[in-house]
């Protein structure tokens, strides 16, 4: 379990906090096993009603730590982040984001999972996966053309370019945008108006908005088949270690 992710419980609402803020909340192997465990923990147990997921310090997350994820062997499939983009397109009860600062890669992607999404002001969100030779993950490349369209699906996906939140929310992947002093409360306030509705008539609900999963699981998997090329290849070999080069700031 991971020190970066903590766990906060209020009624039937658990809240996911992003703590390693001293590297913009980016998602270690270690954290995305904690959100596993928690996501797993919160199917199980019939008295939490909805999650909440947030970062601290006024940032969201930065996307996957570079240096762990490409330090780790193995399948993308099985690795943490493609078992938790499966946790995600599969989870069973609302799950509610207050983003805040950066949302890039699956910052931005597990947005598309959410029942509810909250953004402050300076929320900025990118998929910068073509950039660095990479293809989209977590369903985005199904998930945002039937959310945005495919023009705009085509500006984010194959241009990377970021978009703030006053765009996410005319496209319609927030719901409102909310000053961050009153951010998080508004969105468990939110969580709260559904965990405390009846169970069974919400899940219904849901299961039919969200549509036949095994659609959704077949691209996720297609997607991360295509990724475990694109990390074998010189491009993006090239551009990864390039990004990872940069001066931070």
């Known amino acids: 379990m991971s020190e970066f992710v903590k766990v906060d419980r209020d009624g039937g609402v658990v809240s996911l906090t992003l703590t390693r803020t001293e590297k913009k909340n ?6 995305y096993e904690s959100l596993i465990e928690e996501f797993a923990r919160a199917s199980r147990d019939e008295t939490i009603g909805a999650l909440v997921l947030r970062g601290q310090n006024g940032v969201f997350t930065a996307g996957n730590d570079l240096a762990d994820f490409l330090a780790a062997t193995g399948s993308p499939a099985l690795s943490s982040p493609g078992r938790f983009v499966h946790t995600l397109a599969n989870f069973d009860k609302p799950l509610v984001a207050a983003i805040e600062g950066a949302a890039v890669g699956i910052g931005c992607t597990l947005c598309f999972h959410c029942d509810l999404v909250y953004a402050a002001p300076s929320a900025r969100f990118q998929m910068p996966f073509v950039n ?3 293809v989209a993950e977590a369903g985005s490349s199904l998930l945002a053309p039937l959310r945005f369209g495919r023009a705009k699906a085509s500006e984010f996906l194959l241009l990377g370019e970021a ?3 006053a765009e996410a929310w005319r496209l319609g992947l927030v719901n409102a945008v909310i000053e961050p002093d009153a951010l998080y409360a508004h969105a468990l306030d939110k969580a709260k ?13 849901r299961r039919l908005m969200r549509g036949d999963p095994a659609v959704l699981n077949a691209r996720i998997d297609a997607e991360l088949k295509l990724f475990a090329q694109a990390l074998t290849s010189t491009e993006a070999r090239n551009a990864l270690s390039a990004f990872l080069q940069k001066p931070k700031g």
């Open 26 to 31: 980016a998602l270690t192997g270690a954290m």
């Open 193 to 205: 108006a559904l965990a405390a509705k009846p169970r069974s008539a919400l899940l219904a609900t």
């Open 132 to 134: 660095l030779g990479l």
């Open 163 to 165: 978009f703030d939140a």
